[in-house]
């Protein structure tokens, strides 16, 4: 499979739901890109748009398209967010974060009055899990905040947990935000939304990289064309 057709594809087929004059949750990650990358054409052509970015590389990339960005404040109206997924099974529940992003794109994609997700084919699962769940945590005491999310994946069911710190070549990945992301493997999560308020009640833990009850529309791509889910 084509994967970057497919994420093109579905950035093109969710591009048709953008209006003159939306403010746009701009999402983050190689699919979100695409989106981004539409956005400016639009721009470009006259449209007037304007974007929230999940991330300073998003933002970067909007701004040299000439996308005009906004700080939002409490009357903010975010008409529409599209992002991308690291998984989504068939009831629109999602796993996010593999980008060190997925603080700022929850706070986004709930504010958003519509929340599209984007995807190639290979994103689409039966069931969470596969994919390591991260989890953004304060900096402060974090191994402290480890062990509690370990006694609560216990209590959760998931006695083989592993947990690590994400890092790169021995250093820490640092959020945007300046967080630590720690990675859970769990294999299978039977019950997102359970997991989901169980670990975002952990002090120290900023937000989990499930999106339960979020997701309007999930738009999947392959080299052949999209197929659009909607509950």
């Known amino acids: 499979m084509d994967k970057d057709r497919g994420k093109r594809l579905a950035a093109e087929e969710a591009a048709k739901h953008v209006e003159r004059g939306m403010t746009l949750g701009l999402g983050t990650g190689s699919t979100a890109a695409h989106f981004v990358d539409i956005i400016g054409a639009r721009v470009a052509e006259g449209w007037p748009l304007k974007g929230v970015p999940t991330s300073e590389a998003t933002r970067r990339q909007a701004e040299s398209l000439g996308v005009e960005i906004i700080e939002p404040h409490e009357t903010t109206v ?108 769990l294999e299978r999560i039977n019950d997102p939304a359970r997991l989901e308020k169980a670990l975002n009640a952990i002090p120290g833990v900023l937000e989990c990289g499930l999106f339960c009850g979020m997701t309007d529309m999930i738009i999947y791509g392959d080299e052949d064309g999209v197929s659009v889910s909607t509950l």
Request: proline letters at 4%; hydrophobic letters at 45%.
């Open 78 to 185: 975010i008409d529409l967010a599209v992002d991308g997924a690291d998984e989504a099974d068939p009831q629109h529940n999602l796993i996010k974060g593999g980008g060190a992003a997925l603080l700022r794109e929850k706070v986004v994609a709930y504010a958003a009055k519509k929340f599209i997700v984007i995807a190639d084919k290979s994103k689409r699962v039966t069931a969470l899990g596969a994919f390591p769940l991260p989890v953004e945590i304060s900096p402060y005491g974090w191994a402290l905040t480890v062990a509690a999310m370990r006694r609560t994946l216990v209590e959760q069911g998931f006695q083989n947990a592993k947990l690590e710190l994400r890092s790169i070549d021995g250093n820490s990945v640092k959020t945007d935000g300046g967080n630590l992301i720690i990675d859970c493997s």
